[in-house]
């Protein structure tokens, strides 16, 4: 929608990280007037001898002394004692004397950072030296006449100094002065732009310093290497270099300096595209800043941290990071440091669609802004703010983009006299695109041509390549592609100079739909395929599940243009096999994190790593737990929505922790290092080792233009071309609808099933079914779709079309390859020795009726649905899962059946390695979907057998460290099957944590089922498995046809519900 930033997220900087020249060359006194650095008990003895007379000599020492104080009110004491000695030496003719007074002048005029008084004591020093031949002082004045120029910014000179020093610097095999020497010629070299020159002497430097073992300084040095590096656009020697002198630093006990080595890495890590390395550092850092009780700077990191957060799709954890530094910064008083992070709170926002919030924090950050008179900062947040205002007309049909064009133009005006050349092309750009989007060309070419005009100014490789990108865009916006790939291509080679990985990509794509545009599809083809190698690469080095899934949400867009890509080819060229390969990569696109995590499932990525960081995840969750159980005590006793807000926020910052600490033990884990995670299977392999003769594989993927369904046998592949995504999402939410009402009315079932089915009906023929859904089509119950279509009339069918459960069976798959690697993993599992668990009708509150002396019950009626209320509280007895429980444990005996009821269908029933134990494992209670999927669950026991209060959710995060080889798991509860649908991912919910946790395969619902007709469901599902010897998919297929058959149940809402993921064998 707008024009993509393509920037980093976090500056790298290094100010503040260096030590001072001045403070290095403290070590060159001349002989017998040493710097104050130096313990007088080391200095050389001024021979008395040498004096005019003891009345020089006495105020010669006492000026001295004087200096040696260092204060500002001593330093010019001593300068009117040593003017005093200076006339003594001189009416004496004492040029030794002279020269060293001198000396003491022009270091007292340096160290009041007058520098030019200080060039010129140190010149008349210097002329004296030379002429009594006494080279070592001669070395000094030249070293600290180079210093001064070098304070004064005259680089120039100081060079000249430095190289006239050096050979004198040698002469004393003074190793510390030599790298003393180097160091200022290298900066100075960097300064005059001979930045190789610069690398040269800096790395003899800091050898030097190593060599004496001057630790500090050495470290000092490769940090000014790392800068230089960072200047010619090459990060990965930056980073190099940083990585040499953060030990240094650590070995020197300088935590402030080691803070911000790792800051500056995690900048660089993350300029590369090397996000969970940036996060590794930047957590370090935030934590050494922390005990130094650097508050200021332990915000910066935490707002950095929400812009990685951010880049990577994790706008909660970005949030969360965002709130944390907000309150230091007000912690801090300091009204800046609120307004950059409202603005970014506003950004995050802006990313979410959530505008109304992020413009109230936009205009929050502008008016702080205003009362501070930045007028650079108000311009930056009058462009956020022009964005959503120019957009929301065309996107919500509200609003006036002419507004956004005058915040542009006044942004604009700001930047022209306040702004840098890289700041007023951005807006200038954006202002060209905008107008190209309004067809107004000769306004959008006017801007454009000054934003190129300004291109050849900028010295930062970074922003050249950010603004040719953004002028691609423009020219993107008036159909002018070969220009758009002229620009761009400018913005690919500085990327790939950078080593910016992440807006390499971005740009490979951008020149993938400018040549797809041009109709040259091979080229579009080569770029995109380039573009997702890189994607694919940067996934791997995320340690972390969960933002390796929310980055893989954001660059779905990639795979979905090549899908579409390889189809249109496909269309060209029928017998080329691009259909194929089309499924290929709808394949790569989907539930990657999923068959990573069934890979660790069967590995113990934990051994090997340090205990106190699994005693720290341990304690995390246990700390979630007690929050979340608070959280519902206290909504229980009435608490206030502050009350309530701060648990959620509590927990919100727990599960942050937790992930950080879940990807540390990633890193750290000699077994997670040498992992080979599985790469998705392509067609032939699905179809030697997933399908037989009786299963067909449908894989939908949903396109905004058109949507594409693959048809895959044992023997052969078909793929059809569906309506836009935007089509079947409107009717896909009608059949739901229709469902949940109990309607009749077949019109929305026949058009989805026109949509879906009509194009592969041929094909079916009785076969079990094998549907990987993309978008919403994961919560259609595909079993209750017609299997004919009914012509449209103005009353209902008498005999509708029987539903495609008839004559299939059905079961669902996040992607064809996760069943592979699931038979993998499982293959040589053996069976459980017992059969059936079963948790069910668990105790809730006081309120209900079994517990002794109460009279009032909160017992379901026969309609109760199993989905616990938003706030997961206040639930009503399931009265029905009780029987439901009776009549699956009739059909086990009693040696290889858990019974657990009431009070004992708890918790900690639930996570007890005794349910390993069993084959079957059922549990019937209150589902509970929250927003989070990591606090999503099921519902057990809320009190425990003495009425005391406990925790009685069993949470995603829980079974997630179960212990379940179980054949069957089955939640007998309210859309257990739903979750988070993420792109890329699908649906994040409580079926991955139990295919984790070593489910073959679950059973879980779609939406609120009724308690009466799960109860009667169930019983005959267990009854096809326990007594018929059905396997379960089988099982649920027939017990599904009987309800359907039975008046009472027909209706798809009682009895479609229900889904059958995993193995089917």
């Known amino acids: 929608m707008a024009i993509a930033r393509r920037s980093k997220p976090g500056a790298v900087g290094w100010q503040g990280c260096f030590l001072g020249l001045a403070t290095a060359f403290l070590c060159f006194g001349f002989i017998g007037i040493p710097s104050r650095a130096i313990p007088l008990a080391q200095q050389p003895q001024n021979n ?19 200096y040696e104080q260092g204060t500002p009110e001593s330093l010019q004491q001593a300068r009117l004692k040593f003017q005093e000695v200076l006339e003594g030496f001189q009416a004496a003719s004492d040029r030794q004397g002279i020269g060293k007074t001198l000396g003491y002048l022009g270091f007292i005029s340096s160290d009041l950072e007058q520098n030019p008084q200080a060039i010129e004591y140190f010149k008349q020093a210097l002329e004296i030296f030379r002429a009594l031949g006494k080279r070592t002082d001669e070395m000094t004045a030249l070293v600290r006449i180079g210093l001064a120029y070098s304070e004064l910014g005259d680089y120039e000179q100081a060079l000249a100094y430095a190289l006239e020093a050096l050979p004198l610097v040698r002469e004393t095999a003074d190793k510390t002065k030599e790298a003393h020497v180097l160091l200022l010629m290298g900066q100075a070299y960097n300064k005059l732009g001979q930045r190789e020159q610069a690398l040269t002497v800096l790395k003899q430097a800091a050898s030097l310093y190593l060599e004496v073992n001057n630790l500090s300084s050495a470290a000092n040095a ?126 995050t926002y802006y990313n979410s669609n959530d505008f109304e919030q992020a413009l109230s924090y936009y205009n929050q950050a502008l008016t702080l802004w205003r009362q501070l008179n930045n007028r650079v900062e108000e311009a930056t947040t009058l462009e956020d703010i022009s964005t959503i205002h120019y957009w929301n007309p065309f996107v919500y049909g509200t609003g006036d983009y002419q507004q956004g064009l005058e915040e542009l133009k006044q942004a604009l005006s700001i930047f022209q006299t306040e702004g840098t050349q890289h700041q007023k092309a951005f807006i200038l750009g954006k202002l060209a695109l905008y107008y190209s989007y309004l067809e107004d060309k000769s306004q959008a070419l006017e801007y454009l041509d000054r934003a190129i005009a300004i291109v050849p100014t900028l010295e930062d490789l970074s922003s050249q390549a950010l603004i040719l990108g953004h002028i691609a865009s423009v020219y993107d916006g008036l159909s002018d592609y070969p220009k758009a790939l002229e620009f761009d ?11 910016d990985k992440n807006n390499e990509a971005e740009t490979l794509a951008d020149l993938a739909r400018y040549q797809h545009n041009l109709g040259n599809l091979a080229g579009a083809r080569q770029n995109i395929e380039a573009a997702i190698d890189i994607i694919e690469t940067l996934r791997t080095k995320i340690a972390s599940p969960e933002l390796r899934t929310s980055y893989f949400a954001t660059v779905q867009s990639y795979y979905q243009f090549y899908i579409d890509l390889l189809m249109q080819l496909h269309q060209q060229n029928p017998n080329k096999g691009y259909n194929i390969e089309a499924l290929n990569i709808s394949e790569r696109s989907r539930a990657r994190v999923l068959l990573e995590l069934l890979t660790e499932a069967n590995a113990n990525i934990r051994q090997g790593v340090d205990p106190a960081l699994l005693t720290q995840e ?86 905004d233009d058109r949507s594409y369904l693959w048809a895959v046998s044992k023997t052969g592949i078909a ?87 008839v004559n299939h069976e059905i079961v669902t798959l996040p992607s064809a390859s996760t069943i592979d690697i699931s038979r993998s993993q499982l293959q040589n599992r053996p069976r459980a020795p017992k059969t059936l668990a079963v948790l069910a009708d668990p105790v809730f509150d006081e309120s209900d009726s079994r517990l002794s002396g109460n009279n009032t019950s909160q017992t379901s009626p026969p309609d109760a649905q199993r989905l616990a209320p938003e706030s997961c509280t206040s639930l009503n007895r399931l009265e029905y899962t009780a029987k439901e429980a009776q009549n699956l444990l009739a059909l086990v005996p009693e040696g290889q059946r858990l019974q657990a009821l009431g009070f004992d269908a708890s918790r900690a029933t639930a996570t007890s390695p005794e349910i390993a134990q069993y084959q079957m494992v059922h549990l019937a209670t209150h589902g509970c979907l929250r927003d989070n999927p990591t606090l999503s669950g099921v519902v057990l026991s809320m009190l425990d057998a003495q009425r005391n209060p406990q925790d009685g959710f069993l949470r995603l995060g829980d079974i997630f460290n179960l212990n379940l080889p179980a054949e069957l798991v089955v939640l007998s509860a309210c859309q257990t099957g739903l979750g988070n649908d993420v792109g890329g991912e699908g649906m994040v919910g409580l079926t991955r944590g139990l295919m984790y946790a070593g489910a073959r395969r679950v059973v879980v619902s779609l939406w609120s089922v009724n308690d009466t007709a799960t109860s009667e469901l169930m019983a005959r599902f267990y009854r096809k498995m326990l007594s018929e010897g059905m396997n379960p998919v089988a099982a649920l297929r027939s017990a599904q046809l009987e309800m359907w058959q039975t008046q009472q149940w027909s209706a798809p809402y009682y009895w479609a519900a229900f889904t059958a993921q995993g193995e089917w064998r």
């Open 48 to 66: 008395s001898s040498e004096l005019a007379n003891p009345a020089i000599e006495q105020l010669f020492q006492d000026a001295k002394k004087i």
């Open 222 to 347: 490769f940090d000014y290497l790392s800068l230089i590096y960072h200047q010619l656009g090459n990060d990965s020697q930056a980073l190099s270099q940083l990585q040499q002198s953060l030990p240094l630093w650590q070995a020197t006990g300088e935590t402030e300096r080691e803070a911000n080595t790792l800051k500056i890495i995690g900048g660089l890590s993350s300029d590369l595209g090397n996000y969970q390395q940036a996060l590794d550092y930047y957590n370090q850092g935030l934590n050494r800043f922390q005990a130094l009780k650097k508050t200021s700077e332990e915000a910066d990191i935490l707002q950095v941290l929400a812009q990685i957060y951010l880049e990577l799709g994790d706008n909660r954890s970005s949030l969360i990071s965002l709130n944390r530094a907000l309150t230091l910064q007000e912690s801090l008083n300091n009204p800046s440091g609120r307004a950059t992070i409202l603005r970014d709170i506003g950004m």
């Open 489 to 499: 291509r400018r913005a690919l080679e500085l990327y790939r100079t950078l080593g």
């Open 618 to 703: 341990r304690t995390l969750l246990q700390q979630i737990n007690a929050t979340e159980f608070k959280r519902t005590q206290s909504y229980k006793e009435g608490a206030s929505n502050r009350e309530l807000e701060t648990l959620q926020k509590r927990t919100e910052s727990l599960l942050a922790q937790l992930d950080e600490v879940a990807a540390q033990i990633r890193v750290k884990s000699p077994t997670y290092a040498n992992l080979k995670y599985p790469q998705p299977l392509t067609v032939p392999e699905i179809q030697s080792r997933v399908l037989d003769s009786d299963t067909l594989l449908l894989e939908y993927s949903l396109g």
């Open 719 to 805: 793929s059809y071309t569906l309506p836009p995504r935007a089509e079947i999402e409107a009717a896909a939410k009608n059949f739901l609808g229709a469902i949940a009402a109990q309607s009749t009315d077949l019109t929305a079932a026949n058009q989805l099933t026109q949509m879906l089915l009509a194009p592969v009906a041929s094909q079916l023929h009785g076969q079990r079914l094998l549907i990987v859904g993309d978008g919403i089509l994961q919560t259609i119950p595909f079993a209750a779709l017609p299997t004919s279509l009914v012509p449209e009339s103005p009353t209902p069918p008498v005999t509708p079309s029987p539903p495609l459960l």
